[in-house]
Structure formats: C-alpha cells, structure tokens
C-alpha cells in the first residue's frame, strides 16, 4: 500500500497553534490545534510564553501523526505571527518566560530615542518602514536599555516561527519576510544593513543569517 505523501505545516498564532497535514494538491487532510495564552500585565504589553509555542506545537504534531500513522512527511513549513524578539542561549533556551508581541508597545522610548537623530528619515527610508515600537529591532534594544543581562548572555534573537524552527532542526536562520520587519534590513536588496546596524546598534552578533535574498549576508556584526 503506497504511503500518503504530505506538506506538515506549523502555524504560530496569537491565540492559538495549529499544525496541518497537506497534499500535495493544496488539500488540508487533518489539523490539529491548541490553545495559547495571551497575556496584559498592564497597558501597552502583549506577552507570550515562547516554551508554549513549542509545547503546543509538540503536542498538535503528536495528534496528527498519532491520527494518521501511515503519512510520510516530505517536508516541513511553519509560519507565525512576526515581530516578537526571542532571546535565547547557546542551547536554544529562552532567557525569558514571556516575549512582547507585534502589538506590544514597551518600546515606546527606543523609537523615540532613534527618531530624534538628524539622520533618522534617512535610516528610515533604507529600512523601508517608519520607525514604530512593532519592529524587532527596537525590541532587541529595548532588552539592552532594560535587561542588558539577557541582552549579554543572548546568543541570539529569533522570531516566533524562526524560534520554532530551531527548535525542530537546530538551525539558526530567518527569511527576508521577517527581517524586513525588523528594521535592521535594506528594504531594496534584502540584507542586513551595515547604515542600519551601525546606527542604534540594537543587534550585534545576534540576529541570525537570513536565507534565500539574504543567504549571502552574514548575521549583524
């Protein structure tokens, strides 16, 4: 009897994980989902627990396959609401119980802090976006300015789905959809920013090379 052959897609969302088996034509055969929590602790901040994303995930991908034990998976794709910064250490760790989300507004004072330099519209326009407390970028500073002893030990930063992608296959990387919403990329060719990085220094070392456009620009430095 011939194995079905399926896509395992992983979504990361504000309210919720899911994981999906899909054919080869586009047709969703299962999905399994879990709940995740969102937290305010007060006004301006949205927070998650990174480790529930991938417990979660963990727990919809076992249901799946337990459902569907003849699948084979030809490959994996995840995908995940943006702009959260994970800090993490060398072990893939995170270094803190709850991250901000997209909506999450602490970085206030680090947006304003780079909107007052005399080249910031430039900076702005080779990031390709106005400066704004979403970015990832001023939530990396926003660890240095607040939590510098998370910021030092960081091995790196990662988005959401980029942190459960380490997870899954140890590696360390981002794509040019996600460090454009950092802040730290060129909006015309893709990279890391040598203009950009220098100029708030928010990242060093620690965001992660990012693949396809990006493959042959090496982490900020």
Sequence with gaps: MTRPDCVLAIDIGTQSTRAALVTPDGVIADCATSPVELFAPSPGRAEQDPGQWWQTTVANVRALLARNPAVR??????GAQMHSAVPVDATGEPLVPR???WSDKRTAAQVAAFSSWPDADKLAGKAGNEPLPAWTGFKIAWFRDEMPGVYERAKAFVAPKDFVNLRLCGEL???????SGTFLADAVTG???????????????WWPAAATCCASCSPPG
Excluded: K, N
Excluded at 191 to 205: C, K, N
């Design 73 to 78: 998976i030809r490959a994996v794709g995840t």
């Design 173 to 179: 990387a981002t794509d040019p959809s996600e460090a």
């Design 191 to 205: 990279q890391w920013s040598p203009e950009l990085r220098p100029a708030w220094r928010p990242a060093r070392r």
């Design 99 to 101: 991250v901000g989300l």
